[in-house]
């Protein structure tokens, strides 16, 4: 039956991408939600905008002097992307309200966009011209995988004389999410709070290069994830991956582009769970209107959540202990929201100098990423 459905949706997306060239106007958007699971498996604050930016710098981007107070936040929205299938060249109209949070980054040029200091943002784009040649879209150089979201047939679009193969955005939410995730020894414990089953969760983790993985479908209420009974390889999991994805409504070539554009951070060392949102979940967090209206609008978000097992906090102290700075700065980004999970509760971890300078030196570089942004050259 798995193979069937597969099959049908293959055929069905490339029928509507068929009529989309011949006549019916088609959106697709993608895009992710990260976040920080704490000790009662709600997402907590941590610094969104740490790790430095990886977008190219032709990429806009809101004044940061304004956004040191939101660095910390709930959830990262990352790399929101929209493709356009029209019936002809023709002009559009975007825009879309984030009302728990405020967009960070966009390309192309938007017409207006909602100040910083706005905890209700918005972006928009008039007068979005589709169609004409791709060849001269910007390349900054330098490693980005910001380019690899281009890798569709979407059409090409013109906004305030910059040009693109899709509408690009960014940002930072202030909003709970409804999966909650518990880790104990052997198992994670995942609840869905939403009405709506999540159609897809996948378990996911990598130690030390061992990648292994579970997926579980239509999450309504509560499930065990045992650990011990993951499995597979990284090839298995981006083409089941990808097929999720495509059941879901994007083309095949989109969810290539979105496995692709996140591979080597979904994939990267620790342990998270990814999540299919429901749809109407990302309306009611991201309501859009375009106009003239499409005659298919598809909208598929992936959250993922960062989990603190066990294992890792004991990894994670004795590094602490003896100064093995190789180890910390495996946990990127993450690395201070653990570290506050950790002293929940308990007297702050026997601390070498060698981490408390490494620690030191990483909050300073996060204090001016907060004030001055950086990108791909």
């Known amino acids: 039956m798995r193979f069937r459905s597969g099959l049908l949706a293959t055929f069905v997306a490339g029928a509507i991408q068929m009529l989309a060239s011949s006549g019916s106007g088609v959106v697709h958007e993608w895009g992710t939600f990260t976040s920080v699971a704490g000790q009662d498996g709600a997402a907590i604050s941590w610094e969104t905008l ?24 709930l959830v990262r929205m990352e790399t929101p992307v929209l493709y356009f299938y029209p019936l002809k060249p023709m002009s559009v109209s975007v825009h879309i309200d984030f009302p728990n949070g405020r967009v960070t980054e ?31 879209l910007p390349n900054a150089g330098g490693a980005s995988h910001y380019y690899t979201a281009r890798a569709t047939n979407a059409w090409p679009l013109e906004s305030a004389g910059e040009r693109e193969k899709l509408l690009f955005y960014r940002g930072i939410g202030d909003f709970g999410i409804d999966l909650k995730a518990l880790v104990n020894e052997d198992e994670v414990s995942v609840r869905n709070d939403g009405a709506e089953p999540i159609p897809a969760a996948i378990l996911f983790e990598n130690h030390a290069g061992q990648l292994r993985y579970q997926i579980i479908r239509g999450l309504r ?81 992936v959250g993922r959540v960062e989990l603190l097992s066990p ?40 601390m070498s100098e060698q981490s408390r300078q490494f620690l030191q030196n990483a909050y300073s570089q996060t204090a001016a990423e907060s004030w001055k942004r950086s990108c791909v050259k």
């Open 221 to 301: 209420d509560a499930v065990e994830f045992d650990l011990s009974a993951l499995g597979g390889t990284m090839e298995t999991l981006r083409s089941e991956f990808e097929d999720e994805l495509t059941e879901m409504g994007l083309y095949r070539d989109e969810a290539h582009a979105m496995v692709e554009t996140w591979r080597n951070s979904w994939f990267e060392e620790g342990l998270r769970i990814f999540y299919i949102l429901p749809r109407s979940a990302v309306d009611a967090l991201l309501p859009i209107s375009i106009l003239p209206a499409p005659e298919q609008l598809t909208r598929v978000f």
């Open 311 to 350: 294992a890792m906090k004991e990894e994670i102290g004795a590094a602490l202990t003896s100064g093995d700075v190789a180890v910390l700065r495996k946990y990127g980004r993450f690395l201070n929201a653990f570290l506050r999970e950790m002293s929940v509760g308990s007297s702050e971890p026997p």
């Open 106 to 136: 966009w390309y192309p040029q938007a017409s207006r966009e909602q100040p910083s200091s706005s905890q209700n943002g918005w972006i928009e784009w008039n007068n979005v011209q589709l169609g004409g040649g791709s060849e001269s």
């Open 50 to 73: 740490s790790g430095g930016s990886d977008l190219p710098c032709f990429v806009h981007f809101l004044d940061q002097r304004n956004l040191k107070a939101a660095a910390y936040g």
